[in-house]
């Protein structure tokens, strides 16, 4: 059972992260991200965004890829220089058609209470996409 | 995230502060749900001090504002700020709810 985070910082300039399937760990991957960006000189706005699609990615891979399962693990990997950032987010489930999710944006779904993670995303990167299997998403924010 | 209630006349005004993230949206969960079962069904969030609110979180401000609604109640957002703002717009939220610039005007709006 994964029962830590286990981290690699690459030559590349990768950042490369195992998380359990742990819903607490979310908080303190955002906050590492988010730090390295403030470091690089990256303004509120492009925080909040990077902060609410890693959100969404990560309780997405959580709770819908791993379905909660402690025993799988969710592997993060993570790019950050001054002109862009990379976040790759990938799950051990089963994986999903994220084109079927239902737009929830339409009149007849405003009242989902759920199905508007992967929509936000979309919005508040400048690049979403999703493996084939749909266990692993990949996103680029540009400063 | 920190969440104070206080009563005001009728209505009940539920304070929200920090972040409304995944690991908080139990708690937002509870302090609306609540409220609604406990029949406070006249409810206003007031998020001047939110500074980010996840989709998990806004699931419970739906789930809250249809069960308040359907008690003959309702459920209005006070005084988002611009990034809340943007995201209720974004995921044109802003059609639910009613939206607010102060806890004042959504008490009077009723």
């Not at chain 1, 379905?67 to 862009?84: C, G, I, M, Q």
């Not at chain 1, 990938?90 to 759920?114: K, M, S, Y």
């Not at chain 1, 979309?122 to 996103?139: K, Q």
């Not at chain 2, 699931?59 to 109640?73: E, S």
């Amino acid at each position: 059972m994964p029962d830590a985070v286990r981290q690699t910082d690459d030559a590349d300039g990768w950042v490369r992260k195992v998380l359990p399937t742990d819903l607490t760990t979310v908080r303190e991957t955002e906050r590492e991200v988010l730090g390295r960006l403030r470091e690089l000189g990256y303004d509120d706005d492009q925080l909040f965004a990077v902060r609410l699609a890693l959100e969404e990615a990560l309780v997405n891979a959580m709770r819908h890829g791993n379905r909660l399962d402690p025993d799988l693990s969710v592997h993060v990997a993570y790019l950050a220089t001054p002109e862009r950032v990379e976040i790759r987010v990938a799950d051990e489930g089963l994986g999903f058609d994220p084109g079927g999710v239902p737009d929830p944006t339409v009149d007849e779904n405003l009242e989902r209470p759920c199905g508007r993670g992967i929509m936000l995303m979309r919005c508040y990167m400048d690049e979403v996409a999703f493996s084939a299997s749909g266990n692993e998403v990949a996103m680029v924010k540009y400063r | 995230m920190e969440i104070q209630t206080r009563r005001e006349g009728q209505c009940r005004v539920v304070c929200i502060s920090g972040s409304a993230d995944i690991n908080a949206s139990a708690a937002l969960r509870e302090a609306l749900l609540g409220a609604v079962e406990g029949g406070d069904t006249r409810i206003v969030c007031d998020m001047a001090e939110t500074d980010f609110i996840c989709s998990d979180a806004l699931g419970v401000l739906i789930t809250a504002y249809l069960k308040a609604r359907g008690r003959g109640g309702f459920l209005h957002l006070a005084s988002p700020r611009d990034h809340l703002a943007e995201i209720l717009e974004t995921t044109r939220l802003d059609r639910l709810f009613s939206i607010y610039p102060d806890v004042h005007a959504a008490l009077s709006a009723g």
